[in-house]
């Protein structure tokens, strides 16, 4: 087996050097950096990863916590691109990742209890259900956490600007002659469902503009199921709105269907904004005027920050929340109301 003393000699650098170029010192300048690993390259060296956490006490782990009930798993528009971005950056910097789960084959247990057996340095969380037993537990221990769109005490929150971007789709729609706007939201016991329907309602009253009780729709878990039943209630109403905000790209998509299905079409009878900016939304027709969320520079930011919780647990700031901006563009499925 080759050796880091072997790849000493073949370089010309010391035993230490070569260390700390394996381990991503920043001490080092990019030439010896890239003379000890084309030697690695050339050697067929492999890091004995048993050894390292011995000496380092850590893993070089990453456990990522994912739950959500649309069903979509890992095909889930918004999240697989931040769970794409946290994985090339923290792979690139020597971390692996592994997927948590509360029964490992016939050994039931917590979030906690398996993120312990698999010794891993930290944890990303994206799920449904924050308030879980088993999250509460996870909250409460020393484990470095960074969570996606959700905020506790222990760790740090990376969330899109919400505020700022349902203020981005009201004033859009006023802008072009809506007054009557219609809002289905998320389920409001979620972080975001809540945060995203109380900024809606604030900037709808701060903005002059009528707000009708009955156009407030819930779409309960951001599916696009939940957009096909809530547009359905909305278009019972005997009084309509010109224009829906929805909460999320994939209620919008499911809003449009159930307007086609009456006969009607979207943005000549209605006009439709969406939010996350996920590529379907661009594919259909009408192409889907949303709010952009950057997932990928969700996923990096997430990334860094969970690997320096792991690095200076003591000295990082626990309890932060980073907001991500947020842009609106601009599709067909809006339209000026004369």
Same mark, same amino acid.
């Given at each position: ?21 394996? /381990? ?16 690695? *390259?050339?050697?067929?060296? +492999?890091? *004995? ?6 000496? $380092? ?45 509360? #029964? ?12 312990? #057996? ?12 924050? /308030? ?15 969570? +996606? &769109? ?11 600007? *919400? ?71 909305? !278009?019972? !109403? ?10 999320? &790209? ?34 259909? $027709?009408?192409?889907?005027? %949303?709010? #952009? ?21 003591? %000295? ?17 499925? $809006?339209?000026?109301?004369?």
């Amino acid at each position: 087996m080759v050796t880091i003393k072997d790849i000493s000699k073949q370089s010309g650098f010391s035993v230490a050097t070569v260390s700390k170029v394996l /381990n991503n010192y920043p001490d080092i300048s990019k030439a010896t950096r890239d003379i000890v690993l084309k030697a690695c *390259n050339e050697m067929g060296y +492999i890091p *004995n990863l048993s050894a390292r956490s011995l000496k $380092t006490h850590r893993s070089h782990t990453i456990g990522i916590i994912f739950e959500e009930i649309t069903n979509q798993g890992l095909q889930h528009p918004l999240f697989a691109k931040i769970l794409e971005s946290f994985k090339s950056l923290v792979e690139s910097r020597g971390y692996d990742i592994m997927f948590l789960a509360k #029964r490992m084959g016939k050994l039931d247990g917590s979030y906690l209890q398996h993120a312990k #057996r698999k010794q891993v340095d930290g944890v990303l969380v994206l799920c449904e259900d924050f /308030n879980s037993v088993d999250m509460l537990e996870l909250y409460d221990s020393n484990m470095p956490l960074v969570l +996606i &769109d959700f905020n506790v005490s222990n760790g740090i929150t990376i969330t899109s600007n *919400n505020e700022d971007a349902m203020n981005q789709g009201v004033q859009y729609l006023k802008s072009i002659g809506h007054k009557h706007i219609a809002h289905i939201y998320g389920d409001p016991s979620t972080y975001i469902g809540n945060i995203r329907k109380l900024a809606f309602e604030k900037t709808v009253e701060d903005s002059g503009l009528p707000l009708n009780t009955s156009f407030l729709v819930s779409g309960e878990y951001f599916s696009k199921e939940d957009g096909y039943r809530a547009m359905k209630k909305l !278009l019972k !109403l005997s009084v309509q709105p010109t224009a829906i905000f929805c909460a999320s &790209d994939l209620l919008a998509i499911g809003a449009i269907q159930a307007i086609k299905e009456t006969g009607k079409t979207v943005p000549n009878d209605y006009s439709i904004i969406g939010f996350d900016g996920i590529d379907l939304g661009q594919m259909i $027709t009408p192409r889907l005027t %949303t709010i #952009r969320q950057d997932a990928r520079k969700m996923g990096e930011i997430a990334a860094r920050k969970v690997m320096q919780l792991i690095d200076n647990r003591e %000295t990082s700031v626990v309890g932060e929340t980073i907001t991500v901006d947020t842009f609106l563009i601009t599709g067909e499925s $809006t339209r000026v109301l004369h």
